[in-house]
């Protein structure tokens, strides 16, 4: 069998789920059989590989005492059957909930139907009998069965709490099953299913709805998808169900590692779905980095050995477009109020780190370099915002610009203005004549005139800024606030040892290029700056990109040289944080970038930016990311301290990268050739 188009999600170690709730027929599990097959195969022709059906969904919840009835319970039996020989051509894992005899009992149960067959049952472990519940009326609990087989449907069925379902081949994952009150115990049995392998857990439920209720069914499956590294994936009944005395909302929704990926609206008159492509491979690579996971399985095992049923799941050949949000920006959510709490949060993650970084060193002055361009701009308002919270006078930062051979007079000007509304001590120190003649004591044909610009001449100009910068805070008893960021430490853009590689201590080592505009303009409308200088700050936001290094009439675009910023800190994102292959990176990037229409932009990006890129365009800019990134670790091998901002992670050799200097990205590189279509 051929493995997926590079354009399918399951060629990326993604797997479509769905969960969904039919309109049931009250005690008519033969009708209800149908609805549930409609579903299934409208999953089918969503390339969907697993589904997940509400807690006796075959009857109805709300049957009571008919729940006692052999008419009725013969009648689910014949609708399994049914559902196993009506399901043979459809690809779906689907999962029903049934209520079933066995050796003189009943219970609640999740079946397990695939290909044809009835691949497992498995019981409720935990039952629930206060308030409106009275479960322990009609059923058995189901923990602690375990190793028993069920006679269904013509067939011998694994039945019990310890059998997990599992997919092997190119698109390999693992389901464990667990319904309704067993995710509100204190252990759940998905949490022992998770440590024994499984990566989507399903809930088969009847949770009934009232005020409020939903939002902490929410949060017990948002959080059990965080604790369990998994995607959790929930339905719960709805229309059709007695309203008697209780009300019903359809509940339906798919968390993955604690973020929702995907729901339908409640109270729905007639059959809802919500489909998700979870991120498996993510799910694996997440629960091998994270120790404390590993370490949960030895410490905690099951009450017996679980049971693997295979399955035999392939997933559709062609394209299928990927059913999962994926931001272009994963430092910066385009949500407003998640980019405001984002923004708050690292704000003040930057201020209180320097402030307790001068409060341990005693420093009498902060010295910083300020250029008018993003990154020193942001530096600057932390460093002044930190010294407001220690009660020290703004003016003990001594703030400097350092014009060069290409420093354009609106970059100077901004920062003038700059270093004047943050009311700070500023000063400028013109560097050119120390640079001519270091130039010409290196003997370099700038200084006798020639128009060369090469690395030498652009590194004497940074180099001398770092010098300055490093003498004056000894003279004034002070330390070095770094500017460089997040971006360009990955990329290697900046000069080691005398650049803005280095620094005393550095507030923005943590934050990525694409975060550095948000946070200014969280600045700009904070209320901490007057109209002035707000406005100065959105000329500053407006500036072209550039170290301003190299004389002539063309500005020198930073991201001419290293690649756009919006892609560059895409790929860091997803390399470091979540360990992708560069193949897969692309698909992302493909899937989030190619349509500069479709989606949310966080706010503030002007439109000139709102721009797609194709794919030959993801492929070159990704590949320059892979050779920059590997061959400049040593500039990150001896970086200064700096806060660790967001959780898609840092660079420091002393928090979340560690890397040998000497690595070579050609694996990378060959993975990117092999991955990607011709």
């Keep these: 069998m051929s493995s997926p188009s590079f354009f399918s999600p399951y060629r990326h170690g993604f797997v479509r789920v769905a969960t969904a709730v039919p309109k049931v027929k009250l005690a008519d599990p033969a009708a209800n059989a149908q609805s549930v097959l409609a579903l299934v195969r409208q999953a089918h022709d969503a390339g969907v590989a697993v589904l997940v059906l509400p807690e006796l969904g075959l009857t109805g919840y709300t049957v009571d005492d008919l729940l006692q009835q052999d008419v009725l319970l013969d009648a689910v039996e014949a609708a399994i059957a049914i559902l196993a020989q009506e399901s043979k051509t459809l690809s779906p894992l689907f999962v029903v909930g049934a209520p079933l005899r066995d050796a003189g009992r009943l ?18 472990s935990f039952l629930p009998n206060y308030r409106e519940f009275y479960e322990r009326r009609w059923f058995t609990p189901g923990s602690g069965v375990v190793g028993r087989t069920l006679d269904l449907a013509g067939q011998a069925v694994p039945f019990g709490t310890d059998v997990l379902l599992r997919n092997l081949g190119d698109t390999a994952f693992t389901v464990g099953i667990e319904i309704c009150e067993d995710v509100w115990t204190p252990a759940p049995p998905s949490t022992a299913q998770a440590m024994a392998g499984a990566e989507i857990l399903l809930n088969l439920s009847a949770s009934n709805i009232t005020i409020g209720k939903s939002e902490t069914r929410r949060l017990l499956c948002a959080s059990q998808s965080a604790r369990t590294i998994s995607a959790y994936v929930y339905s719960a009944a709805g229309a059709g169900e007695s309203s008697t005395d209780l009300a019903w909302d359809g509940h339906v929704d798919i968390h993955e ?8 609206p409640r109270f729905s008159t007639g059959a809802v779905m919500a489909v998700a492509d979870v991120d498996v491979a ?20 099951p009450e017996a050995p679980f049971r693997i049923v295979p399955l035999d799941f392939a997933p559709p050949a062609g394209d299928l477009a990927l059913v999962r949000p994926i931001e272009r920006f994963p430092f910066t959510p385009s949500d407003p109020a998640k980019l405001a709490e984002n923004c708050y949060e690292a704000y003040n993650i930057q201020v209180q780190g320097l402030a307790r970084r001068v409060e ?25 915002k930190a010294m407001d919270q220690l009660g020290r006078p703004r003016s003990d930062i001594r703030a400097y610009t350092l014009p060069g051979f290409a420093t354009s007079e609106g970059t100077k000007s901004n920062a003038w203005k700059l270093m004047t509304a943050m009311g700070v001590t500023a000063e400028e120190l013109d560097i050119r004549p120390a640079a001519q003649q270091m130039l ?20 004497v100009q940074a180099g001398l800024r770092t010098d300055y910068l490093f003498r004056l805070a000894n003279h004034h008893k002070g330390m070095v606030v770094g500017t460089g960021d997040l971006s360009e430490l990955a990329l290697g853009w900046c000069t080691y040892g005398v650049g803005d590689q280095m620094s005393h201590y550095n507030p923005n080592s943590g934050v990525p290029k694409t975060l550095i505009q948000h946070l200014i303009r969280f ?29 002539g009439e063309e500005v020198q675009a930073t991201e001419s040289f290293v690649g756009p910023y919006a892609l560059q800190d895409f790929n860091l994102y997803y390399l470091t944080r979540y360990g992708m292959a560069p193949s897969k990176i692309a698909f992302l990037a493909w899937t989030a970038w190619r349509d500069a229409t479709a989606g949310a932009w966080p706010a503030g990006i002007p439109e000139s930016a709102r721009r797609a890129y194709d794919l030959p365009e993801i492929k070159r800019w990704l590949a320059l990311f892979l050779k920059r990134f590997f061959a400049n670790q040593f500039k990150r091998s001896a970086m200064p301290n700096g806060p660790k901002i967001s959780s898609g992670g840092a660079l420091s050799p002393r928090g979340d990268w560690r890397m040998p200097s000497d690595a070579t990205a050609d694996a990378w590189l060959a993975e990117l050739d092999a991955g990607l279509p011709a």
């Excluded at 590692?257 to 339908?264: I, K, P, T, V």
């Excluded at 341990?360 to 308002?381: E, W, Y």
Aim: glycine fraction near 10%; charge should be negative.
């Design 257 to 264: 590692m604690g973020n929702l990926l995907a729901q339908s």
């Design 523 to 551: 600045v700009a409308a904070s209320g901490d700056v007057d109209a002035a200088t707000s406005d100065l700050l959105e000329d500053i936001l407006a500036t072209e990109i550039s170290p301003e290094l190299v004389p």
């Design 360 to 384: 341990a060193t005693g420093s009498k002055s902060l010295v910083i370099g300020v250029s008018g361009g993003l990154d020193s701009t942001h530096a600057l308002i932390v460093a002044a």
């Design 440 to 459: 010409a004591d290196l003997g370099h044909p700038f200084a006798k005139g020639e128009p060369v610009y090469d690395v030498t001449f652009e590194n």
């Design 107 to 124: 219970y609640n149960t999740a079946v397990a139907i695939q290909g044809g067959r009835v691949r497992a049952v498995v019981p409720k």
């Design 282 to 301: 993510r799910l694996r690579q997440e629960r091998m980095r994270v120790g404390s996971f590993g370490d949960s399985t030895t410490l905690s095992p």
